[in-house]
């Protein structure tokens, strides 16, 4: 049974915060975004990029989502510092004091964790710092994208962009609902090593995650 706890009006525009069954389920203009059922995937992005860096690397997660991948990157013996992007203040609302809270075990009160309000690009635009990974959990991908501007992230700008704030040897993982030919192609056109993981999930095609250094 669905039930609907909170609709609002967000950067993007309509987000709507429900429970189906035990999960929780977010919506944007009507279109299924995340839920909270799985998370392999997701959790995958941070361990992966983590796993393949020295210790106490420094992290930038784009989007907070429900927190998975968040809560997976504090858990990883080889993650410091922390900051997580997110443009829409209910989703850190939600995560922060809502009912996304109990899902990660209050990920964000960790003294490790800054989150910033924030659009991703618009952030990197205005500041100099730099990071040993970018973990990209942006809409539903580079190819299917809910919101009108988020395809900017994975195109050649944005991955010229994203590259600028890599420390040497650093990784830029990205997540996405969905295989993406042309995105691993532009990948591989800037990166020296680009490497594909697909991650079966109960329903429909499986995840992808990017690993590109």
Known sequence: ????LEVVSGHGGELVLRTDGAGFEVIENGVFLMDT????SERLL???AAGR???GA???IGGLGVGFSLRAALDHGGVGEIVVLEREPAVIEWNRT????A????????PRVTVVEADLL???RATEETFDALCLDIDNGPEWTVTEGNAEPYAADGLDRLARRLRPGGVLAVWSAGAAPAFTQRLRERFDSVEVVRVPVPRGEPDVVWFAR
């Open 1 to 4: 049974m669905v039930e609907v």
């Open 37 to 40: 059922r799985n998370g392999e």
């Open 46 to 48: 941070v361990t992966g």
């Open 53 to 55: 860096l020295a210790p």
């Open 58 to 60: 420094r992290l930038l």
């Open 98 to 101: 809502g009912p996304l809270r």
């Open 103 to 110: 899902v990660h075990g209050g990920a964000l009160d960790d």
């Open 122 to 124: 618009t952030w990197l």
